[in-house]
C-alpha cells in the first residue's frame, strides 16, 4: 500500500512538474558556439553573412544558392492566415525549394524559443514572422541576421529596423466581425457594444496578455474610450464594463466559436475576419467585417531571418520573394495589407480586385510603438483579471 | 516466508533502512494475508537496483533536467545574471491573487471530484465485477479522464455555453441560466468544467483500493457485533483514508496544472498560474519575460512540495493503524 501510494505521489509531482517545465528555454543556449557557415553556401560567398542580395553577387547568384540549399524552414505559419497556404505553393513553385512549416499554429514566441533551442540542427527556423515584441527582442538578443531585400526602400522608415534585423510584412485594423443572420442591428463602433441587445455575444481572440489581437482590441477600445495609445486602461475598464453588463463573452474565439453561435461578435484584425469569412461561408454562416470608425488601430507583424538559419541563401531569398510585387500581392489578396502596399498602389502594381476587397477603412489610423504596446501589456497583465473577473 | 525473510538478506549490506525497521514482521491487521509479503521491507541488494536504473533515468531526464531548468532559470534575469527579482516579483500581485486562485480551484474541484468519484466507486463496486455496469463505468471513466483541453472547453461551450444545446432547452422550459447566476467563465463554471475529469480520475485510481476491501471483512465485524457505521469508522475508512488522500493529492496536482481548457473557456478572466506562464513562455504581448514563467514554474514546484508533505504526514498519522 506505502508503495502505490508512494507512486501516486510521485505521478502527482511529475504531473505538476511537467506543466511548469513546459518550456525552458534560457538554459541551453549559452553554450552552443554559432554553428552559421553552413555546408551548401560556404563554397564561393557565405550566405549567412549577406546583408543584400548583392553581396552574394546578384539575385540569381542567391537564387542558384537558395536552390542548391533546396529547402526551406518557415515556423508558425497557418495556411488560412494572409493568405500563407498560396504564398508558400507560389514559392515552391517558382523556385522548387521545399518548405517546412513546423508548429503552423505556434505564437511568436514559440517561434524565438525554436531558434533559441534548435540552435546548430538542420530543423531550426531559418525565418519567422513575429509580432513587434518578439520582433524587438529577437533583434536585441541577437536572434536575428540583418538583410534588406531589393525594394528596402519602398518599406516607410518607422516600419522597419534600420539595421533590417526586423521589418514589417503585412497588416491590418481591428474589425468588429458578425453573424449577420444572428445579430439584426450590425455594431460601426466599438463604443455602441456596450447596448444589452449585444448580450452574451461579443468575444476577442485571446487574453490580452498572450494574444496580440485581444491586446490591440483593448488599445483600439482604449482609442474609442477617451484613452490614448499611450493610456491603455480605458480599454481595459470598457471590456470590464462589457463583462458587468454581461455583454463581453470571455470566451476565446474561433471559427468553431463562431459556428456554434458562441461569439457571433468578434474583435480580431480584418484580414483574419475577412479570410475567416470566407470559410464560414462555406459552413452556411453569413460573417460579416466592419472596421470601427471609434477605435481605428493598425498593427502590423514582421520578418526577420534567423542568425543561426540552416539554409542562409533561401531565407534570404523568400524574403526577396515576400517583398516582390507578386509575394505583396498574395498578401493582399489574404485581405492583408502589405507592408509596401503604399508603393505598389503609386506604380499602379497592386492586385485591383484584392484592393477593392478589402474592407473599408475612414479616417486615419494609429499605430502603436513598442514602447507603447509593452506599456498596455504591463496594464493589462496587472489589470485585466482585475477588470473582467 | 515471513520464516525465510532473514535469509534473504546477504550479510554485510549494511544496516536496515528505516522502513525496515519501522515495519515489524508481525501480521498487520486483515490485510496481512494480501499485502504482507508487499509492505514487508527486504534489504536491497546491489542487483535490485539495476532494475531500478531505466526509471530513475526516466525520472532524471523527464522530472530532475526540466525542473533545474526552471529552478535555475527563475533565479536569474534575461542576460543571464544571478538576481532574485523574479522570485519576489511573483509573490506580488498579479501572480499571487493566481496563486489564491488556482490554489481554490484546484481543491474545490479535487474534493469535489474525490468525494463525488468515491461514492461513483462505491456505488459501482456493489455490481458484479464482470458485469456491464462495471466494465462500462471503468472503460468510460479511461476515456474521460483524460479528455481536456480545447475539445473539452468546447464540448461545455456547445452544451451550456449563452447558445448551448442545454442551455436552450433550459430556456424553452422557463429556465435562464444565465439570469440565475450561471455562466462557464467564473470559478463556480470552472469547478464544473473541470469535474468532468477529475471524477472519472478518481474513480480510477481509488477502484483497486475499494476492491482490496474484502466482503469478508465487513461480514467479520457484522458477526462480532459491530454495526455498518462502526465498520466502516473502524475498519474500512482507516483503510480507504491513505488511499483517499493519495487521489485527493493527484486530483489537487491534475488541477492545478490544468490550462488549455481555462484559458480557452476564461481568457485570463480567472487569473491561473498555467494561464500566467502560458503568456510569457509563448505568447505574442510579452517578451523577454521567461524567468517570469520560470519563477512561477518553481513556486508551483513548491506548492505541490507541500502539498506532498502534508499528505505524508497525514498519511503517517492515518497509516499508524495499519502497522
Known sequence: MNRRLTGIAATAVVLALSATACSSSKTNSGSTSGGTSQGAAAGAKDASKATTAADLGGM?????????EGTLNA???PKTWANYGAIMDAFT????IKINDANPDGSS???????????????????????????????????????????????????KDSQGLWYNDYGGYIAIGYDADKVKNPPTTLK???????????????????????????????????GSLDNAQPGIDFFGKLKKDGVFVPVAATQATIQSGTTPITIDWDYLQASAATDLKAKGVNWK???????????????????????????????????????????????ARPAELPALQKAGTADAAALAALPAVAGTPQFATQDQMTAASKLAVSGWAKATG | MTASAPADVPAGVGEPTPAAAASPLRPAGPRAGRLGRLGRARRTRPADLLGLAPFAAYVAVFLGAPAYAVITAAFKDDAGHATLSNVTTTLKDPYRHAFTVSIEL???????????GLALAIAVSGARRDGFVHRAVTTASGVLAYFGGLPLAFVFLATLGPQGLVTKWLNSAGYNLTQHGFVLWNMAGLVLVYLYFQIPLMLLVIFPALDGLRPQWEEAARSLGASRRQYWLRVGGPLLAPPFLGALLLLFANAFAAYATAYALSTGSVPLVPIQIGSVMSGNVLAGQENIGNALGLWMIVVVGLVVV??????????????
Open chain 1, 60 to 68: 540569381d547568384a542567391l537564387v542558384a544558392a537558395a536552390k542548391k
Open chain 1, 75 to 77: 515556423i508558425a505559419l
Open chain 1, 93 to 96: 513553385a517558382k523556385y522548387g
Open chain 1, 109 to 159: 514566441q514559440d517561434e524565438l524559443n525554436a531558434i533559441k533551442q534548435q540552435k546548430g540542427t538542420d530543423r531550426a527556423p531559418d525565418v519567422v514572422d513575429v509580432g513587434q515584441a518578439a520582433a524587438t527582442s529577437g533583434a536585441a538578443s541577437g536572434l536575428f541576421a540583418p538583410y534588406q531585400v531589393a525594394t528596402w526602400s519602398q518599406i516607410a522608415d518607422a516600419q
Open chain 1, 192 to 226: 455602441s457594444l456596450d447596448d444589452p441587445q449585444y448580450k452574451s455575444q461579443v468575444a476577442l481572440n485571446g487574453d490580452p496578455t498572450k494574444a496580440n489581437a485581444a491586446l490591440s482590441g483593448v488599445l483600439a477600445a482604449a482609442l474609442a474610450n477617451g
Open chain 1, 289 to 335: 467585417v466592419v472596421v470601427p470608425s471609434d477605435g481605428l488601430f493598425g498593427g502590423f507583424y514582421n520578418q526577420a531571418i534567423s542568425a543561426s538559419a540552416p539554409h542562409p541563401a533561401a531565407a534570404r531569398l523568400w524574403e526577396e520573394f515576400l517583398y516582390s510585387a507578386d509575394g505583396q500581392n498574395l498578401w493582399l489578396k489574404g485581405m
Open chain 2, 106 to 116: 484546484s481543491v474545490l474541484s479535487a474534493v469535489l471530484g474525490a468525494v463525488l
Open chain 2, 310 to 323: 502534508a499528505y505524508t504526514l497525514l498519511q503517517r498519522r492515518t497509516a499508524r493503524w495499519l502497522r
